[in-house]
């Protein structure tokens, strides 16, 4: 479909013949238009492919009508009550299709990740002003690992890569921070370094703060990346 943002792009492309620097944009080389118009397809493929069969396995459905019924809630009234609702309808798929859907989905994740890590590295993590719309492609995708991967071994090795992108402003502190905390949480089932994941609790359908270890730790990590400190009443601590 032909939208502004297609106009845009190709008049950009047709009268522009300069080379964008890495100071432009921020990126870690100098950088053609040919080769933004590279990630821009690549984030494009990669947004349709991430969810392609896990939304009807987090849905619990295949039916398009009530996955659309679900994230219009999520949309319109916040996560808790998508979250409630989506709990309401009670939905799951046979054991059998769940696991021809995963198995389809961890092909799409294993050269998704192949393909982002390939830019990370060749042009550091991508501004949103060159992927507008797409830039939750780059924290989602690194928020779920591909199958059978060591998480532990995971997490430290995109922790290095990412903090040095953080270091040089491509990365913003945030979003490292979310991504870091998502994968202690939720896949590793640890309490959280930087206190960046409200967490939901399916016994009493609330949103909790984020569960941290040690207040003193957290904040000297926040401060160490460039976020404001931990208040009161904005995390919990484990075991207590």
Request: overall charge negative; aromatic content about 12%.
């Amino acid at each position: 479909m032909w939208t502004l943002k297609t106009t845009c792009t190709y008049f950009f492309f047709f009268f522009s013949s300069i080379i964008l620097t890495a100071q432009d944009l921020a990126f870690k080389k100098e950088i053609t238009p040919s080769e933004i118009a590279f990630i821009q397809q690549t984030f494009e493929e990669i947004s349709k492919s991430d969810q392609l069969y896990r939304n009807c396995l987090s849905k619990g459905t295949l039916d398009p009508t009530i996955i659309a019924q679900i994230d219009s809630v999520f949309d319109k009234e916040g996560i808790q009550a998508g979250l409630i609702y989506e709990q309401s309808l009670n939905l799951e798929l046979p054991q059998t299709i769940k696991d021809s859907l995963w198995q389809l989905q961890h092909a799409l994740d294993f050269q998704n990740h192949l393909k982002l890590r390939g830019i990370f590295e060749t042009y550091g993590f991508i501004p949103e002003t060159t992927v507008e719309e797409n830039n939750f492609v780059q924290i989602l995708l690194l928020m779920h690992p591909p199958k059978d991967w060591d998480i532990p071994t995971y997490l430290k090795d995109y922790s290095a890569l990412l903090i040095e992108e953080v270091r040089a402003n491509r990365m913003p502190p945030k979003t490292y921070a979310t991504f870091y905390d998502n994968i202690k949480a939720k896949i590793l089932r640890e309490p959280q370094l930087y206190g960046t994941n409200q967490q939901f609790d399916p016994t009493t359908k609330t949103v909790l703060p984020p569960m941290i270890t040690d207040i003193a730790a957290s904040n000297a990590a926040r401060e160490a990346i460039g976020l404001p400190k931990l208040k009161e009443g904005e995390y919990r601590l484990k075991g207590k």
